[in-house]
């Protein structure tokens, strides 16, 4: 700084530091405090992006879990067609008599339909019958009947199945049905 005289040099470098300083109070009060809102902004940028992506993603299986939902609903009510309902003992009947016919088995006896609550899940909206049947057939068309009748109805089960000999090679049946009851009729 040999080319500025003396008397100049001194004010100078006063307003070099001075401007300095204030560059650098600049850059850490204003530019800094920019740098910070940007990141803020960054920040929420990228959360909002991934909540579009969420909510898209949200939509577009919406239209997939809405179209499931509609053919479960419709293969429910498929399903439902064939349920019990009305008087109990004549649908019982109707469906006995129609179903052994493809099989050798008699039923001769048939018991009064008990109606009464499905214990086996809490709020399960059907009701259940339980009917007693007994009848005669031979051990391995008794084995048909019970897979046929509970392969082709989904709703209906046969338990406590009691065989005692019979005449001869048959055998003498005697088991519960257990079948469903539309919610809606009652």
């Known amino acids: 700084m040999k080319w500025l005289p003396e008397e100049k040099r001194k004010p100078f470098l006063a307003v070099v530091v001075v401007t300095l300083?204030?560059?650098g109070l600049i850059s850490v009060g204003l530019i800094r405090s920019q740098y910070?809102?940007?990141?803020?902004?960054?920040?929420?940028?990228?959360?909002?992006?991934?909540q579009l992506q969420t909510m898209q993603k949200n939509i577009q299986t919406g239209e997939v879990t809405t179209k499931q939902l509609e053919a479960a609903t419709a293969l429910l009510a498929q399903a439902?067609?064939?349920?019990?309902?009305g008087d109990l003992y004549s649908w019982?009947?109707?469906?006995?008599?129609?179903?052994?016919?493809q099989y050798?088995?008699?039923?001769?006896?048939?018991?009064?339909p008990v109606e009464g609550e499905v214990y086996l899940i809490p709020g399960f909206p059907y009701r259940q019958m339980r009917l007693i049947i007994a009848g005669k057939?031979?051990?391995?068309?008794?084995?048909?009947?019970?897979?046929g009748i509970e392969n082709n109805?989904?709703?209906l089960r046969l338990t406590d199945v009691k065989i005692e000999p019979a005449e001869g090679e048959k055998l003498s049946f005697k088991m519960d049905l257990l079948a469903l009851i539309k919610p809606d009729v009652r």
Not at 39 to 44: C, D, I, L, N, R
Not at 92 to 101: E, H, I, P, T
Not at 137 to 147: L, M, S
Request: no cysteine; glycine share 6%.
């Open 92 to 101: 019982a009947y109707n469906l006995l008599r129609l179903f052994k016919q």
């Open 80 to 85: 439902e067609e064939n349920m019990a309902s």
């Open 21 to 23: 300083a204030l560059l």
């Open 36 to 50: 910070a809102q940007l990141s803020g902004v960054k920040a929420t940028l990228q959360t909002a992006t991934q």
């Open 153 to 155: 109805y989904p709703y």
């Open 137 to 147: 057939a031979y051990y391995h068309d008794i084995g048909k009947f019970v897979a």
């Open 104 to 112: 050798k088995v008699e039923i001769p006896e048939m018991g009064h």
